[in-house]
């Protein structure tokens, strides 16, 4: 999550994965009737396990966001891997909660899921405490106030595979007004509402599509659109569209995300 956090306050989304479907027989759906962990459908990837909640009467799983503490992953396994050119999608009903929530525009983190390479995706997601970075990911993300991309913003990024260029060299993220939600007729997400982010990936193409549906209808996340076009490239004020120009990708899990943000020296996230 991009927002910041007060010291000694925690970041929540109660995440429900109702849908992720990967085409290619890659996926699955999780509607949490039980604890996926202790079920052994998602495994603790890395970080603290209690960041992690399922809460059975409400049938949700709590991700505890804190951009001041380490990363943590939860993650499942594809039924195969896939790569730059196969064709898949994925969807997520979510919900940010206000309570503690601070967004802070001098800080960076980002509320984020999606697909992961076990091996290659490393521990830092914001350039690396060490430099290291994360490589071979293909997820959501959403800046609820990061002023380095003007204001808050959402879409999907792209990491490619580690082919020597370097961290930053690897990302591919819609940069500028075609993920920026301050503009004319779009706003930050709302809070305490539940969203489905709908994802798809054209492997032919080499193009990532992101939808955020409210009770059904798309939100106008891309009235802007890159240049000032409405609705960027695909003229469609509804998706926020990134494209992949990397030599490869290969993504083996489903996660979501809780990156620490190793630029800051506090907290940055929902609490």
Request: hydrophobic letters at 40%; one cysteine or more.
């Amino acid at each position: 999550m991009i927002a910041p956090l007060r010291p000694g306050w925690l970041a929540f989304i109660p995440v429900l994965w109702p849908a992720l479907a990967a085409r290619a027989e890659a996926g699955f759906v999780e509607t949490f009737d039980d604890d996926p962990i202790a079920a052994g459908r998602f495994e603790v990837h890395d970080g603290d396990p209690s960041r992690f909640v399922y809460r059975p009467a409400e049938r949700v799983l709590l991700a505890r966001y804190n951009s001041l503490h380490p990363t943590a992953r939860l993650v499942r396994r594809l039924c195969r891997p896939l790569n730059q050119s196969d064709s898949f999608d994925f969807e997520a009903v979510f919900r940010l909660k206000s309570s503690g929530f601070v967004a802070d525009p001098r800080r960076y983190a980002q509320i984020a899921f999606g697909l992961m390479n076990a091996a290659t995706t490393g521990h830092e997601r914001v350039y690396g405490l060490n430099g290291q970075g994360s490589f071979d990911l293909l997820s959501f993300d959403y800046y609820p106030n990061v002023t380095l991309f003007g204001g808050p913003s959402a879409g999907v990024t792209i990491i490619q595979s580690d082919t020597g260029i370097g961290y930053a060299g690897a990302i591919h993220f819609a940069f500028g007004s075609e993920t920026a939600l301050d503009e004319a007729g779009e706003a930050p997400l709302p809070l305490d509402e539940w969203l489905t982010a709908e994802v798809r990936y054209d492997g032919p193409a080499r193009r990532a599509r992101l939808r955020i549906l409210h009770d059904g209808q798309p939100l106008p996340i891309n009235a802007t659109g890159a240049d000032g076009r409405p609705g960027g490239d695909d003229a469609d004020p509804a998706t926020i569209v990134t494209p992949f120009s990397g030599p490869g990708l290969i993504v083996d899990r489903f996660g979501i995300f809780l990156w620490r943000d190793t630029s800051a020296s506090f907290a940055s996230l929902i609490a």
